[in-house]
C-alpha cells in the first residue's frame, strides 16, 4: 500500500473502533492492524523528514531545518 491507501485505511479503522458497534473480538486485530499501519507510516514519514532536510539549504548552502522541525513538531502534537 502506498501512503494514501494507507493513511485512508487507518482512518477506516479508527472510524469503526470509534463507533463501537464491533466485538471485542473484533476489535482486537483491527488494533492492532491499525498499530502496523501507524507504525509504517511514521517510518514513511520519518524518511521523507529526512530526505526533505537534504533538500533545505540556505543561502550559504546550510540546511535550513529550522521551519521544518517546528511545522513538524505542530503536526505531531495534533496526532
Keep these: 500500500m ?4 494507507s493513511l485512508n485505511k487507518l482512518e477506516d479503522i479508527v472510524q469503526k473502533l470509534e463507533k463501537g458497534e464491533i466485538s471485542l ?3 482486537l486485530p483491527l ?7 501507524l507504525g509504517n507510516l511514521k517510518d ?4 521523507a523528514e529526512i530526505k526533505i532536510e ?7 548552502g546550510k540546511f535550513k531545518t529550522d521551519e ?3 511545522l ?8
Design 44 to 47: 514513511y514519514l520519518s524518511n
Design 72 to 79: 513538524s513538531k505542530r503536526l505531531e502534537e495534533k496526532s
Design 2 to 5: 502506498d501512503f494514501e491507501e
Design 25 to 27: 473480538e473484533e476489535s
Design 31 to 37: 488494533f492492532e492492524e491499525g498499530m502496523e499501519i
Design 54 to 60: 537534504k533538500l533545505i539549504k540556505d543561502n550559504e
Design 68 to 70: 521544518y522541525r517546528e
